[in-house]
């Protein structure tokens, strides 16, 4: 009977002992496979942001130049008037261009939370400023840049109606010459008025705090990109 009861509960041992190995090696199995899910989509990532920071460059360079341009009308509004009004008409629709705002691409760091494979990346430090960026200084971001447009939406429609402005723009930093004005009709009356004024101080801040909001993004941009290519080369 004893010998009966040894052998059956080796036997049991065995099963368990093999389902045991078993569920272990799919564990591991399923693990690698999330862990190179995970490593192809943070490489997906790493490309985004670097279209991502590559697109704040090019609005930080825009921003620039149309915060060049403030800074020309302001000293000439503040009592110079030594410009042409050829040359006012130009600056005038170089500072309407800040209009053009950074939006950035969020599909990818969706997709990472959404198949839970966040849960994978081991890096702590990565994960926290994952969902700092993408779920915090991106939205408020967001908000910012609305009200950035909506100035810039009215301003816009001002020169319409007081210069009825006709004019295009580059977005290229290698265009020596950015701005075409095609047409307009000079208001010397509005130009010297307080209204025009008022919008090249609000312009010349909202442009300032942009620019600023800009490269602290640029930074946390590039600072996850790192921790994304650390968090690759550890798997």
Sequence with gaps: MRKIIFKYSIELIVIIVSILISFSLESARQSSIEKELKNKIITRLVSVINEDIKQIDGFIYLQNYSLNSCNKLFQNLSG???MSND???YHISSVSRALRSFFPQ????NQLVSSDLIKMIESEELTRKLFKLYNEDLKRHDVHTKEFDNFFLKFNYSLSEN???QDNWSNLPTDSNPIRIHSYRFNEEYYKSNRMFSDIIES?????????????LRKSFSTLKDLCVDELSIN
């Design 80 to 82: 110079d008037y030594n």
């Design 87 to 89: 040359s006012i008409m």
């Design 106 to 109: 969020g599909s990818v760091f």
């Design 163 to 165: 210069y009825f402005l």
């Design 204 to 216: 010349k801040t909202s442009i300032i705090q942009y620019l600023q909001e800009l490269n602290v």
